[in-house]
């Protein structure tokens, strides 16, 4: 990938924060973006009459914007620009597939004829219902999944968790493996029980000697997905779970809400465990 200014992700540090204050460093009209980049917006760009001019892509130092990856939706929101009052409604977000580092946030820019560029100040805003719902929906889908490893590690052949989708209409967690249907009734209870406890869920920083001294090597992540020198970002469900993950929670496992096993599906040698929030 092309070396660029990586955008830092305040997300990561304060999922709390539902506005922020930073700097463009970027403004791309979506017919200018590389293909690469094109497809990743291309669903979001469909009204654009194949790229003229109205969608844009907007890069700034910072973002409170979750980009869409890791099973988990990304946010929606504004940016406003606090001196000219340019807004850009923000349809979408991705990390850049040529950048290394870099979050695009796709979308256009208000009717007013305003707009803004490189160096502006600019004040992000993110839609907190959604990202209340994404939050407990990722969190969810992690209880489930410890919850499905803690009953049958041991119990189905060839056992482990493989990925999950914490859509709104498509939450599932997949796993290698047969499960049986007759393992929905215990899952369910064990997932109410976690959600009972009111764990706490606790956003650590570990290096790979880290996973190491607790016996968790099979959860070290691709060196690769990180800069050098920086640790990798896990979700410690504390008396439950510890998964690497660069999503948004909620702080304790009762906060996911009814969480209902809907479903589980087995298909080549895998199962696929489907799941609503409440």
């Not at 539902?18 to 590389?34: C, D, G």
């Not at 990856?69 to 409604?89: E, H, I, K, M, R």
Request: net charge negative; aromatic share 8%; proline share 4%.
């Amino acid at each position: 990938m092309a070396s660029a200014a990586r955008t830092y992700l305040a997300f990561q540090h304060n999922a709390k924060l539902h506005a922020l204050q930073t700097i463009v460093t970027a403004v791309r009209p979506f017919a200018s973006l590389e293909e690469a980049n094109r497809q990743l917006f291309k669903q979001q760009a469909s009204g654009d009459s194949d790229g003229d001019g109205e969608g844009h892509v907007v890069v700034t130092e910072q973002t409170i914007f979750h980009p869409q990856g890791g099973g988990q939706p990304s946010d929606v929101g504004t940016l406003t620009s606090p001196t000219s009052g340019a807004t850009f409604a923000v349809a979408a977000v991705r990390m850049d597939a040529v950048r290394d580092g870099q979050v695009l946030h796709f979308g256009r820019f208000g009717g007013g004829g305003d707009v803004f560029g490189e160096g502006d100040v600019v004040e992000q805003a993110i839609d907190a219902e959604k990202r209340l719902l994404y939050s407990r929906l990722h969190t969810a889908g992690h209880v489930l999944g410890a919850a499905v490893r803690h009953l049958l590690e041991k119990e189905v052949e060839g056992f482990d968790e493989l990925k999950a989708s914490h859509f709104p209409d498509s939450a599932a967690c997949e796993f290698q493996g047969l499960i049986e249907g007759r393992w929905k009734e215990p899952i369910q209870k064990k997932v109410d029980e976690y959600l009972a406890a009111k764990m706490p869920v606790e956003v650590e920083w570990w290096d790979e000697e880290d996973f190491r001294k607790r016996g968790m090597e099979r959860l070290i992540p691709d060196a690769g997905l990180i800069s050098p020198g920086e640790k990798f970002r896990v979700v410690n469900i504390v008396g439950a779970e510890v998964y690497p993950c660069g999503g948004t929670h909620v702080d304790t496992t009762d906060l996911c809400g009814e969480t209902t096993v809907k479903k589980i599906s087995r298909s080549k040698g895998k199962s696929r465990v489907s799941y609503t929030v409440n």
